[in-house]
């Protein structure tokens, strides 16, 4: 698997330190679009199940997507910085099988990355020696196509605890944020733009939620019954009279080849300092986990209890997710009080008549620290062409290129 944001690395290359330290950027100077790359592996290819006329639509959207990008006023030719921009075949996730219960890879509308970066010119040195460069590293703006799990799963405080051994599509609710440069946000750092009317989550019933958190505890609990075991074997193996017999017979045995006189009296106070260890701290480790089980079963007895006397109406309501209580009590009926709803991506809101190739979704990121008022500017490129670009994009040109 292919690291998440491979195509940004793509697009930002070493800068030396030395060139950075001496030059000055130049807001005046005419600036370039840097030639078009699209890159679709064939590991992405295969588990898309992406035909060769697939990928060759798909590149053909992303170049669309690009001249829309190109006609924002201030870009079609750039002064100050030069643009580079990127396409990629795949998920943000890196993930290459779907998770329960979620389409299948290969029938979904094909995932793509579109990376813009504006990199400011710069000049180091004079006269005749001077170089103008325009590489290096910048804030980028990525472009999320068809990925939708991408604005479910970018929150930072998206994932349910509980739920953090299972591979499961569940998560929190983003809370919600107004418009942002005349475009929907999703929590910090996503614009959602699409057709569809359909949301791009829908909600997680309290049956199911209940079965999930069944699902964790049991797990949990399968982890901790092994780790009872097996320092109950440590503690039984060190402290069996018989094995520690033969353990010290096996020292004997091993005496003459050590040449220690002293070799076996070592080894047996060695025996006589773990059986004391194992009473004075496997024993009570034993406890702490026996305990830790025993906390495990109920929560599991509790839940399970909690299931079987929900009414059909409870079972079939929305659940969400408070962040303070004790681990059973934060999963509740929603709507409730600080509780966020528990959500998964609505898969209904892809038109599957339409070619896996077709635009339907588009999420836009990296934004948000761009937003920091104090926020030191260098140059006309990164941050402030970002800003600039999504102010001015053509919004109705974008919301006519979906499907």
Known sequence: MRPVLLAVSLLAGSASVALVAQARYLPNAPGT??????????????????????????????????????KTDGFTNPVGFSVETAGDLGLVSGRFGAIPGEPALTV??????????????RESGSGAAARRDDTGETAQLLFFVNDLSQPLF?????????????????VRLAK??????????????TLVIKKSAAPIWTAVTFSETLELVTRGIDQRLVRERDAVARLQTAYDDIMDPKKRDQRIAQYK??????????????????????????????????ATNKAIVSKSEQELAGVKAMAAGLSAADKAAPACYASSGASLSRFRRAPAPGCDPLVRANWALFNRSLPRSAPQLLTITHFAACLVADRQVLH????????????????????????
């Open 380 to 403: 006309v490129g990164g941050c402030t062409a970002n800003t600039r670009l999504l102010e001015s994009i053509d919004k109705t040109a974008l919301l006519e290129w979906l499907q």
């Open 108 to 121: 979904r509308p094909l995932p793509a990355m579109f990376n813009f970066g504006a990199y400011g010119i």
């Open 253 to 286: 045995a091993d005496a003459p080849k050590v040449k220690d006189p002293a070799y076996v009296d070592k080894m047996t106070k060695a025996e006589d300092t773990k059986q004391k260890m194992a009473g004075t701290q496997l024993s009570p480790e034993i």
């Open 33 to 70: 679009w840097k030639p078009w790359r699209f890159n679709a592996d064939a590991d992405e290819r295969r588990v898309f199940g992406a035909r060769p006329t697939d990928v060759k639509d798909l590149e053909a959207q992303l170049l669309r997507l690009n001249a829309i990008v190109k």
């Open 176 to 189: 919600p944020q107004p418009d942002l440069f005349g475009l929907p946000r999703y929590g910090r750092d």
């Open 154 to 170: 970018a929150e930072m405080d998206h994932a349910v605890p509980e739920f953090e051994a299972l591979d499961v599509d569940v």
